[in-house]
C-alpha cells in the first residue's frame, strides 16, 4: 500500500506529536520517504532513512518489485537529493536499530515476512522514545498475514494501542 491512502490518518498524527527524530525502515524508491521528509521539515525533523536496497523475501511474488532491484537505491538517491532532513542509513534493519536510540517516530515497510516483522517490532521498539510513534504499512492485508500476526503480539505492556484502518497500523510507547 502507500502512505496517501492514509496520509489524512497518519499526517494529522505527526502534525500532532512533531517528532524531531523520524526513522523510515524500508524505503525502496523513495515514495514514503518523501513524503515523510516533506511533512517533517516543517517543525525542522530529521528523517532516518534505513533499507539495504537488497529487497525483500516478499518480492519473489511480486515480479515487477524485483525486477526494480537492481536500479532501487539510485533511483531512490536521486528523488531524496535536495530533501537536506533526510540521512540515509544502508544496511540491515536489526543492526540500524541499534543506532537509532530515542527514535520519535518510526515507520516499519521492511520486509512483510512474519518473522522478519517481528524482529523489526522487537529491535525497533527498543529504539523506539517513551512515548514515541510506531508505525506499520500493510496491516490486515490478506497478502501478507504476518504483517498483522506481528503486529497483533505487541506486547500491551509497553505499548497503547491503536491500530488503524487502510492499511496503517500503530502503537505508542508507554511512558
Ligand atoms: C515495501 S519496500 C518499502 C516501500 C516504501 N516504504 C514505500 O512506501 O515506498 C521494502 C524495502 O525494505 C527493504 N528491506 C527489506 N528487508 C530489509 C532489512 N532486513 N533490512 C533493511 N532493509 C530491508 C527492501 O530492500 C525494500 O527496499
Known sequence: MSWTRYGHLLGPMLLERRPRYCVEVGAWLGNSSIMFAETIAQW?????????????????????????????????????????????????????????????????????????????????????AAGGLMAGDDYGDSEFPGVTAAWDDVPGVHYSKGKGQWGLVWVERKL
Open 44 to 128: 525542522g525533523g530529521t528523517l532516518i532513512c534505513v533499507d539495504h536496497w537488497q529487497g525483500s523475501p516478499d518480492f519473489a511474488r511480486h515480479p515487477f518489485m524485483a525486477a526494480q532491484l537492481s536500479t532501487a537505491e539510485a533511483t531512490f538517491r536521486a528523488r531524496i537529493r535536495g530533501h537536506e532532513n533526510v540521512v540515509v542509513l544502508k544496511m540491515a534493519s536489526v543492526d540500524a536499530a541499534q543506532r537509532c536510540a530515542g527514535a520519535e517516530f518510526i515507520y516499519i515497510d521492511a520486509s512483510h515476512e512474519e518473522a522478519d516483522v517481528r524482529a523489526d517490532l522487537a529491535a525497533w521498539g527498543v529504539a523506539l
